[in-house]
C-alpha cells in the first residue's frame, strides 16, 4: 500500500510523540491538507498486453511519399520511444501495429462502389490466383517503421474477403446481416488469410494475430463507403472453425483475435439478429457456436468503443456489464477494445466534424481509455485511424496538402504533417505502460464515486515488478489546478519521481518531481513514473 496515514494533532505534540504515527518521512500529517493519491501495489488486475493503432485508409499514398524526413516524423510520433534533448518523449510508443488485409476494392476503382479511393484497398491476391507481395507497399513501409522503432506486435485485419470471392464482387457488404461471402469460397478465404500470414512470417514483421472480423454488426451495404461486411455469430464461428485448423497446419505462431464487435453491449446485449451477445455465444462450451476449443484461437473477445461513452452514467454501465458477462461465462477470457476514434456527436459535448485537436478532445479519449482500462479491464487499447487526411477529429497524426487545406489528390505525393492531443493524451497511457505491466488498484483519497471521478478526478496505476517501477496516470477534466500528495512508503529513499504532462500547452511535457505534492494542471493529464521497494 503507498498511502498517508496518521493521527492528527498539533505539531508541537507530534513533534513531541512521533510514535503516535503524526510525523510520517518527516511529514507533519496535521498540517497536511492535500488530498491523497492511493495506490495499493498487491491487488492486482490485469495484465497489459499492448496499445496500438491502425494504417488503414492513408498510409497506403503517404507511405509511399517521396519525402522521407515526412514520413519518419509520422513514424516517430506514433512508435518512437526516444526522449529529444530536454527529456520529453518524441513519440507515444504504440507496442501494436494494425494492418488492413485490403480486398481488393482499389484495383477496381470506381466499379468499385466505394466513392473515396482513400477507403478501397489493394489486395495481394490477383485475380488469376497468384500473388503479388509489392501490394500495400504504403502500408508495408509503416509496418516496418514500427518495428525499426520497437513495434514487436502486429495485427493483421481484413474488413472484406477478396472481392472475387464475395457474393456481389464488391469489397462492401450484403443490405442485410450476412457474410458477404460466396459458400464455395470459405476454403479459399481462409487459405488466403493462411498465405498472407505465412508470408509476413517470413519477414521482420510477422503477424502475431489475424483478426477475420470487424464490426459484424453493422450492414455495410446500406450506403456503401468503405471495405466491410456483415457476419452472423454462426457465420463467424463456422469460418473460425475452419480457419483455425489452417493456421495450426501452416505451423504459424499467429493466433486469431476473435470480436471487433462495433461497441460494448454486442458483447453481452441480446442476440435477436444473431449477432449479439458475442461472450455466451463464442466462449460458453455450451453455445452452439462455441469457438473457444478451436486450434489456433487466441483467449480473447475484443470490442470497439464507439457509441457507448456518455453520458459518464452509461460510460461505466456499458463496461460493467460487458466484464459481469465475461466473469460468469469465463474469468480468465482477456478482453480487448480494439478500435476507437471520435465519431459522430458526444452528448452534445464534442463532435467528430469539424476537426479539433484541442486538449478537451485529448481529454476525452484519456477518459475512455481510464474506464475501458479500469471498468472493462482490458488488456490491450487500439485506436482506429492512426493518420488521418480529413477535416474531422478522429486522427492521432493529421495531414494536410501542402496549401494547408483537405484536398486529397495533392496529400497522395505531400502534405503537412501535424500532431494532435489526442495523440499526446493516449500517449500518456501507451508511452509508459508497457507490454507486461500489471494495473493495480489506485483511488484519490476525496473522490468516491465513478460518475463523480469521471468529470473531474481520475487515478490508475500499473507496475513492473521485475523492474520494481510504477506509472500511475492522472487525469484532471476541470479548469482548475489541484494537488495531491504522494505518499513515499514504498519507494526508493531519496529518488525524484518524474511526471509527463499533456495540456493545452504542453505535449507530454517532462518534470521532475523533489516533492510529494503532485500538482496537476487544470485540464490535463499527467503521468508519473518512479521506483518501489
Not at 468503443?305 to 458477462?325: E, G, H, Q, W
Request: charged share 20%; with cysteine; net charge neutral.
Amino acid at each position: 500500500m503507498i498511502m498517508i496515514t496518521g493521527i492528527c494533532c498539533s505539531k508541537k505534540k507530534a513533534e513531541a510523540a512521533p510514535e503516535n504515527g503524526c510525523i510520517i518521512n518527516g511529514v507533519n500529517t496535521c498540517t497536511q491538507a492535500s488530498p491523497r493519491i492511493v495506490i495499493s501495489l498487491n491487488d492486482e488486475g490485469q495484465t497489459i498486453h499492448s496499445f496500438g493503432a491502425s494504417d488503414s485508409w492513408t498510409t497506403k499514398f503517404i507511405g509511399k511519399w517521396a519525402d522521407a524526413s515526412k514520413k519518419n516524423k509520422i513514424a516517430d510520433y506514433l512508435f518512437s520511444l526516444e526522449n529529444d534533448n530536454e527529456g520529453n518523449p518524441k513519440g507515444i510508443g504504440l507496442s501494436m501495429w494494425r494492418f488492413n488485409i485490403g480486398a481488393g476494392s482499389f484495383e477496381q476503382g470506381d466499379e468499385s462502389g466505394i466513392p473515396n479511393e482513400y477507403r478501397r484497398e489493394e489486395c495481394f491476391l490477383k485475380p488469376d490466383g497468384t500473388y503479388d507481395w509489392s501490394k500495400q507497399a504504403g502500408q508495408q513501409w509503416f509496418l516496418s517503421a514500427a518495428k525499426a522503432r520497437g513495434v514487436n506486435k502486429f495485427l493483421g485485419f481484413p474488413i472484406s474477403p477478396p472481392v472475387q470471392f464475395t457474393l456481389n464482387n464488391k469489397a462492401y457488404g450484403l443490405a442485410n446481416n450476412h457474410l458477404n461471402l460466396k459458400g464455395d469460397k470459405q476454403d479459399a478465404f481462409a487459405d488466403f488469410l493462411v498465405s498472407v500470414a505465412k508470408h509476413f512470417a517470413s519477414s521482420s514483421t510477422p503477424f502475431s494475430y489475424i483478426s477475420p472480423f470487424n464490426e459484424p454488426q453493422w450492414n455495410w451495404g446500406e450506403k456503401p463507403s468503405q471495405e466491410g461486411t456483415g457476419a452472423t455469430n454462426a457465420e463467424i464461428a463456422a469460418f473460425i472453425r475452419l480457419l483455425g485448423p489452417k493456421i495450426k497446419a501452416a505451423g504459424l505462431a499467429t493466433t486469431i483475435a476473435l470480436g471487433e464487435a462495433n461497441q460494448w453491449n454486442s458483447l453481452d446485449g441480446n442476440n435477436s439478429d444473431g449477432r449479439g451477445d458475442q461472450i455466451n455465444q463464442f466462449f460458453n462450451p455450451n453455445s452452439a457456436n462455441y469457438v473457444g476449443s478451436v486450434p489456433s484461437i487466441e483467449h480473447l473477445i475484443s470490442a470497439h468503443s464507439y457509441f457507448t461513452t456518455c453520458p459518464n452514467n452509461d460510460l461505466i454501465t456499458y463496461r460493467t456489464n460487458a466484464v459481469n458477462k465475461k466473469n460468469a461465462v469465463d474469468p480468465s477470457l482477456q478482453m480487448w477494445q480494439s478500435e476507437f476514434g471520435i465519431l459522430g456527436d458526444i452528448c452534445g459535448q464534442l463532435n467528430g466534424y469539424p476537426k479539433n485537436t484541442g486538449i478537451d478532445y485529448g481529454l476525452y479519449v484519456a477518459k475512455v481509455i481510464h474506464h475501458d482500462l479500469t471498468i472493462a479491464n482490458v488488456t490491450s487499447w487500439q485506436w482506429w485511424l492512426a493518420v488521418d487526411t480529413y477535416n474531422y477529429s478522429d486522427g492521432l497524426v493529421y495531414i494536410n496538402d501542402p496549401a494547408g487545406g483537405y484536398d486529397l489528390t495533392a496529400m497522395k505525393t505531400d502534405g503537412i504533417v501535424s500532431d494532435s492531443k489526442q495523440l499526446w493524451c493516449l500517449g500518456n497511457y501507451s508511452r509508459f505502460i508497457r507490454p507486461g505491466m500489471v494495473r493495480v488498484n489506485a483511488s484519490l483519497s476525496d473522490v468516491n464515486d465513478p460518475a463523480a471521478a469521471a468529470g473531474s478526478f481520475m487515478v490508475s496505476a500499473y507496475k513492473d515488478a521485475g523492474k520494481k517501477q510504477f506509472a500511475v496516470v492522472l487525469i484532471n477534466m476541470t479548469g482548475n489546478s489541484k494537488t495531491y500528495q504522494f505518499d513515499t512508503t514504498n519507494f526508493k529513499p531519496g529518488q525524484d519521481m518524474i511526471s509527463y504532462t499533456t495540456s493545452a500547452s504542453k505535449s507530454l511535457q517532462k518534470k521532475v518531481n523533489n516533492t510529494m505534492d503532485i500538482v496537476l494542471e487544470g485540464k490535463s493529464v499527467t503521468t508519473i513514473t518512479g521506483s518501489y521497494q
